[in-house]
């Protein structure tokens, strides 16, 4: 690809996964309120639910997203990522109308089906990086989901003031958006010689899995990328719910503390990963630095009593947001060219898995010491978990990588 096309190519993915995170993030503030709405009283039994929600999304993400990974080695990436933005616009508008708490779940399963978009995406920058470049690169992805985080949550904050379900039409709109203006600006990425056929087995979830273990060089990685994935569940999980139990925060409030967050992501992963300094540490100390402060912020999290703490920690999350587009980078530079759509597809899965898992153990933590039922109350106790998740990779990981 031309370098000038590249440079358009991705700057139009950068603003796809903007929007695409976006009407996710748009709807975090307000899923207690919206819970409650629908007949769930306490935020202890919301936190439960929406710990289901999550799953119900992670299943069908698991199933569908091999299928959507091998179909972008085999008819390209652009029409993968379009069909799904396409799906999540729908998706938007069956949760802005539903009315009972099954339809919620109908519309995660959608949500699930059609979740390829930023693996696709990955799979996307892949194409068209160098392996020199693809940190940098990657960085963009998290870049992205900082800003969309920044402006999501503070929308859906802003708008759940005043209704619930605004921000899901909301989050509609700007996912048809994003699919039209895509659909009219973003090229192809694969060339049709390094295009594969669709197999079958290739799209079997469960497969797909086993096939994580046959990069034989990655499998230790792979498995700690699993219990990071586990532990950086815990945020999306209960932060909303921890924050109405812990501070009394409202949307309003909830909104502006993830958009501090998003700020904290789109500094770090879009302008401080970029810098020589921070290249020259090399990925192996990057990742080992960022595992430390990710359990650091993370145990903090879990021991505060006041809402202010939480912005003070903040910067130290943020920073340990390093890890993600370095361990992708290193990952993808340990496979074949034509096999990126299938280790997008890999970690996709996995990541599936976890948010199939991680949502449901971490809710229901946060319930048992939350419930009007508990001996010992202690909300924290989550972040307390992800914690310790993420010292236990810290030896591992750092081990596998000098090997490499």
């Known amino acids: ?150 402006m999501g949550p503070a929308l859906g904050g802003i708008l759940g003031e005043f209704s619930a379900r605004a921000p899901f039409f909301l989050s509609a709109g700007l996912t048809a958006l994003n699919c039209f203006f895509g659909y009219f600006l973003l090229p192809e990425s694969l060339a049709l010689e390094k295009r594969r056929p669709f197999t079958f087995e290739s799209a079997n979830p469960f497969l797909t899995i086993w096939k994580a273990f046959l990069f034989k060089n990655l499998r230790v990685p792979l498995i700690c990328f699993f219990l990071i994935s586990v532990a950086h569940w815990v945020y999306p999980a209960i932060w909303s719910y921890w924050g109405k139990e812990v501070f009394g925060w409202g949307s309003g409030m909830i909104g502006i503390s993830l958009a501090c967050y998003g700020i904290g992501i789109s500094f770090v992963q879009g302008f401080l990963i970029r810098l020589q300094i921070i290249s020259q540490l090399g990925a192996r100390l990057i990742v080992t630095a960022s595992l430390s402060i990710g359990a650091f912020s993370l145990l903090s999290m879990g021991l505060i009593w006041e809402g202010w703490m939480v912005f003070c920690i903040i910067p130290f999350s943020a920073l340990s947001e390093l890890l993600t587009p370095t361990l992708g980078s290193f990952l993808s530079n340990n496979v074949a060219d034509d096999q990126q759509g299938e280790l997008q597809g890999v970690l996709s899965s996995l990541s599936a898995i976890t948010s199939i898992v991680s949502p449901l153990v971490m809710t229901s933590v946060f319930n048992i010491f939350t419930s009007d039922r508990t001996s010992m109350y202690f909300p924290g106790v989550p972040f307390i978990l992800a914690s310790v998740l993420l010292l236990l990779t810290i030896l591992p990981l750092s081990l596998a990588m000098k090997k490499c």
């Open 1 to 150: 690809m031309p370098e000038m096309n590249k440079k358009n190519a991705i700057i139009i993915i950068f603003v796809t996964v903007v929007l695409d995170i976006t009407g996710i993030g748009i709807i975090f503030p307000i899923m207690p309120d919206l819970l409650q709405e629908l007949g769930i009283k306490t935020v202890s039994a919301a936190a439960l639910w929406g710990g289901i929600l999550s799953t119900s999304y992670a299943i069908m993400q698991f199933l569908c997203s091999p299928i959507l990974g091998s179909a972008s080695d085999a008819v390209g990436r652009r029409k993968v990522i379009l069909l799904a933005l396409l799906a999540l616009s729908v998706d938007y508008l069956i949760l802005g109308f539903s009315q009972t708490l099954w339809i919620l779940i109908l519309g995660r399963l959608i949500a699930g089906i059609a979740g390829g978009t930023v693996p696709t995406a990955t799979a996307y920058l892949a194409d068209i990086s160098e392996p020199q470049e693809r940190a940098k690169n990657f960085g963009i992805i998290g870049a992205a989901f900082g800003l969309g985080f920044i």
